[in-house]
Structure formats: C-alpha cells, structure tokens
C-alpha cells in the first residue's frame, strides 16, 4: 500500500529541459509529484530539436538553477551525457551512471537513487541493468516500454511506464478514466513519463492540464514521486 492507499500515480519527464519550468507549475496546481531524471555532464548548455517537423527549444538550465527549480520533486540521473548505454564498454556504463548519479546528489542536497534510460528501451539491455544493479546506487530505473497496465513489477532496474504522453494521448486518457475507477484489493501504480519540450510541438500544454486535473484530488490516490512510490513497501 502507498501510505494506506491502494493506488499511486507517478509522473517521469527526462532531460532537464528548460520547458520543466512551465510543467512544474502545472503539477503544483493539482498537488501532483514527479521525477525529472537530468543529465548532469550537459547542464547548462543551449540546443534545438527538430521534432515532427517542428523546431523546439532543448535547452538546459545551469547547475547551480536546479535544486530551487525542481524543490519538491525528485531529481533522479539520466546519465552524465545521454549516450546508447548498451554500445558502451562495462566500465563506461558504470561512469555515466554513477558519476551522473554522484553529481546529482551533491547539486540535490539529497542521495539520488533513481534514473531512466536514456535514448530508450532499443539502447539499453538485461547485460546494461546487471551492471546497474550491481555497479551503481541505482534503485530503480525507468524504460520506455509502456505496459498499459497498473500492475506492480518484480524487477524495478528494468520498471516499464503505464504510459508514454506524447504519442499516446487518447491512451493517456483513457487509462486515466480506467485508473480513477478502478477499486482494487491489490496495490496498483499509473506511471506517466515523456519530455517537457514535446508540449511545444503542437502547443499542448493545455491538453496535459486537462488530464492533471482529471487525474488529481482523489481521496483514494497517493501522489508520489517515483521513489516514494516505487520504493514504497507494499
């Protein structure tokens, strides 16, 4: 259970992209938590992505911005520079990872213990979250693999989300609708993750409000960071 309820939503967004400061508001609003995993080696730095045709800011804010940025959220690791983990030697697996995760830290003022795989499911692999699990101080680590599902999972190094936002809209909702009516004698988690900067493509940051208030406010939902969730004691 999640401090004496049954079910928990949970929220993921990657890259520490200067659009978080528009999303954080947004979360606050509805008493909402998330867990923004950051790549430590890039803070700081200015760039554009070309996304469906459409260029979107990705930039990053500076290391000494980030505790009062995401104050009251959670800051988890996303490597120090975003590479394909599963083309990388063993030994450099573990540097992005833990050095990322160690500079992560110290910026939060707390341990850091979580992180998602960057560049998705395709670049990482079970040899990857061996050395994780084994190398790092990593306690759970997020894919991209949605489940569509509120079940719990055995192995939290290789955890698949409910729910990718950005292309999966009409999911998102109806999932949404799903979770708030479901009434479960098991413990069950609605795990929402994507980018900030993907609201920017076609202006959605509107549409994602709808779905924070749809979802929030409920009595019988505990609304937690990933480790305050994924970590819970069931």
């Not at 959670?74 to 520079?81: F, G, K, P, R, S």
């Not at 993750?193 to 493509?201: M, N, P």
């Not at 409000?209 to 960071?225: A, H, P, W």
Request: aromatic share 12%.
């Amino acid at each position: 259970m999640f401090h004496g309820k049954m079910k928990a939503v949970t929220f993921s967004y990657d890259d520490a992209v200067t659009q978080d400061q528009r999303l954080i508001p947004i979360f606050n609003r509805y008493d909402l938590k998330c867990t923004f995993n950051l790549n430590s080696g890039l803070l700081g730095q200015a760039g554009m992505l070309l996304r469906e045709g459409v260029s979107v800011a990705h930039c990053k804010p500076a290391a000494n911005e980030i505790r009062k940025i995401y104050e009251g959220h959670e800051i988890a690791a996303h490597t120090l520079t975003h590479p394909a983990l599963s083309h990388l030697s063993d030994e450099d697996v573990i540097r992005e990872v833990e050095e990322d995760r160690k500079a992560l830290s110290e910026i939060a003022g707390y341990e850091v213990v979580g992180m998602a795989y960057p560049g998705g499911t395709h670049v990482m692999n079970e040899h990857v979250a061996d050395l994780i699990r084994n190398h790092t101080g990593i306690k759970y680590a997020r894919t991209t693999t949605s489940t569509h599902n509120f079940d719990l999972q055995s192995d939290l190094i290789i955890f698949n989300p409910t729910v990718y936002h950005h292309v999966e809209w009409d999911e998102l909702f109806r999932l949404g609708e799903e979770f708030l009516a479901l009434k479960p004698d098991t413990p069950k988690i609605f795990y929402i993750w994507g980018h900030a900067y993907e609201f920017d493509i076609r202006n959605e940051w509107d549409r994602f409000e709808q779905f924070c208030r749809l979802i929030s406010g409920r009595d019988d939902i505990y609304y937690g960071t990933n480790a305050e969730v994924l970590l819970a004691k069931h």
